[in-house]
């Protein structure tokens, strides 16, 4: 019987990403081939469920209140047996580490080619975990830090290593054009990872999430 190629649902909250990853793997059309699209969390649960695929490859941070970590474990919850790919921009070994917790069966960086992506997904498909290397080796690395009580501040509370420094830096009342600068970052990343930490230290705003991080003592 000749192998059928890979269903996938791709979901990123850019239009213009999806259209990028349609016309990557339309050169590997015997292998994969992509069954649906969606530009937010909302939009995949109700496609992936009426879909099917073999595979759903999703951004990790999607517009709106639900992230793709969050989708992903929604997925998964949903069905156990669900593959769930997060393709993402961050090479930050703490979303891999919440990827995996949230079930994703792969963490690969938006920087990888049509090839190895393909690879990968016929990887997790056939019930493997696909990481991307580098990140792999990374991640070893700091789960032996992590197992001797070494981390960055914040960790217990989900935040990656960037995420913690920019925390600081609204400890210490700087703007996000002034983090942006120290960090040698883009203002509307700094932006991202404002609305990032809002979201796991569970406030609203600025002067609450400082709050949080002295009450915890994060930074001591």
Known sequence: ?????????????????????????????GRV???????????????????????????VR???????????????????DRRVVLLSAYDDEQYLFQALRAGAAGYLLKSVDGE????????????????????????????ARLQAGEFWPGARFSLTQRESEVLKFLVAGLSNRAIAGKLV?????????????????EVNDRASAVAVALREGIFL
């Open 116 to 143: 190895g992506l393909v690879r990968h997904l016929e990887l997790v498909a056939s019930g493997e975990t696909a990481l991307d290397p580098t990140m792999a080796g990374r991640a070893v690395a700091s789960a």
């Open 1 to 29: 019987m000749v192998n059928q190629p890979l269903r996938l649902v791709l979901v990123d909250d850019h239009e213009m990403v999806i259209e990028g990853l349609k016309a990557l793997l339309a050169r590997f059309r």
């Open 62 to 80: 999607l517009r709106g209140s639900v992230s793709g970590l969050d989708l992903c474990r929604r997925l998964v919850e949903a069905n156990p």
């Open 33 to 59: 081939r992509v069954v649906g699209q969606a530009v937010s969390a909302d939009a995949a649960e109700p496609l992936v469920a009426a879909l099917d695929p073999d595979i759903v490859v999703t951004d």
């Open 185 to 201: 970052l883009g203002e509307e990343t700094v932006k991202s990872h404002v609305r990032a930490i809002f979201r796991k230290l």
